[in-house]
């Protein structure tokens, strides 16, 4: 008897089985089948990135099939765009997909040669080409050449300056380009010629916190340069009246 009632519940399984995928053929295979045409694509939170791109990445057309769309496919693609930082694909059926974009902030640049600047996020991440009316932030000088293409990243030690001076809030002011040529003797350069020395690399994130103090206690503009090389000291020098 046991017998018996084990190879109907197998035979019952099995013919349950080829109903679930005879009705999956239908559905990805039916041409006939008009419910599930692809017929919308909708496109979330690009600011950088047209609607035009996304649409071409997707190769998708009106009418295909859209449990057959290569979902995986196409968020890789889109994730390979510099700006993409992440990227979710999902269908919305019977007819609909939405692509939920979320970008990189620019918070600074970098120079790649005199004049040619790229736009940065706080990962150090190359977004785009910039020119100086249009970029939002400190330039990071001396930490990259022009080999260097959106989708790169900068030397892990600039982004760890970077990261410093963003924390902080200096990306975006007083000071205009952090020079880092010399790795020993990392310069900030702010308004009416100021250069602030932060030394080397090691504990640069000690010594932005440190000027952040200082900033907030006194006012920049009456001095010529801050030197910070010094653990736990800053010396200051006041400009001379002339």
Do not use: C
Request: proline share 5%; glycine share 10%; aromatic share 8%.
């Amino acid at each position: 008897m046991k017998r018996r009632g084990s190879r109907r519940r197998i035979k019952q399984g099995g013919i349950a089985v080829s109903i679930i995928i005879a009705f999956l053929i239908i559905l990805l295979y039916g041409p006939w089948f008009p419910l599930f045409e692809f017929r919308e694509l909708v496109v979330v939170g690009n600011q950088h990135v047209s609607d035009e791109e996304i649409q071409y990445l997707t190769g998708f057309a009106i009418g295909d099939n859209i449990l057959r769309l290569p979902l995986g496919r196409v968020r890789d693609d889109i994730l390979s765009l510099p700006w993409i930082r992440s990227v979710s694909v999902r269908r919305l059926l019977p007819n609909k997909v939405k692509i939920q974009i979320v970008e990189r902030e620019e918070v600074a640049a970098i120079e790649v040669s005199a004049g040619n600047l790229m736009a940065i996020d706080v990962e150090g991440y190359i977004l785009a080409a910039r020119d100086g009316r249009t970029n939002r932030g400190i330039v990071l000088r001396g930490i990259a050449d022009e080999k260097i293409n959106p989708g790169d990243s900068i030397d892990p030690r600039g982004v760890g300056v970077l990261a410093a001076l963003w924390r902080a809030g200096l990306t975006t002011g007083p000071f205009t380009v952090v020079d880092l040529t010399d790795p020993y003797n990392l310069l900030l350069l702010g308004p009416n010629g100021l250069k602030v020395r932060l030394g080397s690399f090691r504990y640069i994130d000690k010594r932005v916190d440190a000027l952040s103090v200082l900033l907030d206690a006194l006012n920049i503009q009456h001095y010529q340069s801050i030197d910070l090389r010094f653990r736990g000291e800053a010396i200051l020098a006041p400009r001379t009246r002339r």
